[in-house]
């Protein structure tokens, strides 16, 4: 099964790319591997929430936001490989968490990502990751998450 088919089981769908909001690309081939830039949870050209995660946010919405992250990050791979399925390895993901003071559940509103990618790609979605809360991110976007992955 191919991971749209197994996106479009989990009632999902890889978007299109969304619109850079600077001056960069969003993402870059080098060799067997596809550097995705940070990618924000953003559904149909809109922003899903926005704020600080543990005020304006709750964690479970964060959670939703990584997932859209991730869809996007996932979007931006397919536009350089041609095909999600040329994914070997899920190599590194980085989430960013707009964090309110005294937050520290950033790993779980990055598992949104994780647990997505692992439902999709196996055993070959299990990655290396980092998840950092930060005062804030652009937009005033609640998440942010880039990749790195491996492609044939």
Known sequence: MSPEQKLAQLGLDVPVVAAPVASYVPAVRTGSYIYTSGQLPLRDGDLMRTGKVGAEVSPEEAHECAQQCALNALAAVRAEAGELSAITRVVKVVGFVASA????????????????????????????????????????????????????
């Open 101 to 152: 003071a005294g937050f520290t559940a950033q790993p779980q509103v990055i598992n949104g990502a994780s647990e997505l990618l692992g439902k999709v790609f196996g055993d070959a979605g299990q990655h290396a990751r980092s998840a950092v809360g930060v005062a804030v991110l652009p937009l005033d976007a609640p998440v942010e998450i880039e990749m790195i992955v491996e492609v044939r």
